[in-house]
T-cell receptor
Framework: KAGVTQTPRYLIKTRGQQVTLSCSPI?????VSWYQQTPGQGLQFLFE???????NKGNFPGRFSGRQFSNSRSEMNVSTLELGDSALYLC????????????FGPGTRLTVT | QKEVEQNSGPLSVPEGAIASLNCTYS??????FFWYRQYSGKSPELIMS????GDKEDGRFTAQLNKASQYVSLLIRDSQPSDSATYLC??????????????FGTGTRLQVML
């Protein structure tokens, strides 16, 4: 079974720009979660989508948004990029119910200059 | 109190020794617990899941869960240099009626020395 895929793998953007990241979950998985990982803060939960609905949300500003399509693929968008948004963005795929095992994609490394 | 706590390390063990990694959690109603391994520059990889009190073994890895004391541990037997990585403990946290949000510890960096 194919794993979680994320595109693009690397991205360099300028402050003030916006960016869209894409995630394709494991076939049959209906839940996609997004995380931000930085050396200082570790893995921080952004949001989770299940069957096209945002089911859980972390403590990030409204500049961070996401959506999920009917085929379970998900996108996250960051508007008005700031230097502090430089991070590894990870998406994780899950069946969406107990026991909530999540499988991560390779991540998108975003650098904001 | 943090929801999931781990010692950041580094934990250094000689090749062939047992590495013991510990994690405590604050939510008493948590029902599933996960260990992820993350190599530098890579994404986390799920290596162990445990749901019941006691031990669960998978190859050289053993996860131990004690719900009364709210801790979960990971033992790595016959440690190899390839085990050198950061190990993340993760616990689903109840939110908006579901436990679909995973909360991660900060991770313990393991170094296996030749």
């Amino acid at each position: 079974k194919a794993g979680v895929t994320q595109t693009p793998r690397y991205l360099i953007k300028t402050r003030g720009q916006q960016v869209t990241l894409s995630c394709s979950p494991i076939s049959g998985h209906r839940s996609v979660s997004w995380y931000q990982q930085t050396p200082g803060q570790g893995l921080q939960f952004l949001f989770e989508y299940f069957s096209e609905t945002q089911r859980n949300k972390g403590n990030f500003p409204g500049r961070f948004s996401g959506r999920q399509f009917s085929n379970s693929r998900s996108e996250m968008n960051v508007s008005t990029l700031e230097l502090g948004d430089s991070a590894l963005y990870l998406c994780a795929s899950s069946l969406g119910d107990y026991p909530y095992e999540q499988y991560f994609g390779p991540g998108t490394r975003l650098t904001v200059t | 109190q943090k929801e999931v706590e781990q010692n950041s390390g580094p934990l250094s063990v000689p090749e062939g020794a047992i590495a013991s990694l510990n994690c405590t959690y604050s939510d008493r109603v948590s029902q599933s617990f996960f260990w992820y391994r993350q190599y530098s520059g890579k994404s986390p990889e799920l290596i162990m899941s445990i749901y019941s009190n006691g031990d669960k073994e998978d190859g050289r890895f053993t996860a131990q869960l004690n719900k009364a004391s709210q801790y979960v541990s990971l033992l790595i037997r016959d440690s190899q240099p390839s085990d050198s990585a950061t190990y993340l403990c993760a616990v689903p946290v109840i939110g908006t009626g579901t436990a679909s949000k995973l909360t991660f510890g900060t991770g313990t960096r393991l170094q296996v020395m030749l």
